[in-house]
């Protein structure tokens, strides 16, 4: 099994910056896909970044390329979501995923454990 409990979220104004952190445990993770998503009241679950854990390769949307980055630290187990200049539109809850499955890396499908999130609210 794998835990995965996300931090980092809260209130910030438009234009602020947030780090939201994702502790992983219970399994190495050195095969899987780390995955960031968030859901907007009333809208679909929304990917926002991966992060292929052994290779550190990162995949951004263009939705919020340029202003999030993906990370992890393999000392810590944690993975990161870096989001500056945050915008209203960018409120929501935001779930960390792992996935030791194939597939699309942007489909909710992949991913076999997720976090209990942690909620994100960008006033104007």
């Known amino acids: 099994q794998v835990q995965l409990v996300e931090s980092g979220g809260g209130l910030v104004q438009a234009g602020d910056s947030l780090r939201l952190s994702c502790a992983t445990s219970?399994?190495?993770?050195?095969?899987?896909?780390m995955g960031w998503f968030r859901q907007a009241p009333g809208k679909e679950r929304e990917f926002v970044a991966a992060?292929?854990?052994?290779?550190?390769?990162?995949y951004v949307p263009d939705a919020v390329k340029g202003r999030f980055t993906i990370s992890r630290d393999n000392a810590k187990n944690t993975v990161y979501l870096q989001m500056n200049s945050l915008k209203p539109e960018d409120t929501a809850v935001y779930y960390c995923?792992?996935?030791?499955?194939?597939?699309?890396?942007?489909?909710?499908?992949?991913?076999?454990?997720w976090g209990q999130g942690t909620q994100v609210t960008v006033s104007s």
């Open positions: 219970g399994r190495t993770l050195s095969s899987y896909v």
């Open positions: 995923a792992a996935s030791s499955r194939g597939g699309v890396i942007y489909l909710e499908s992949r991913y076999n454990y």
């Open positions: 992060i292929t854990w052994s290779t550190g390769s990162t």
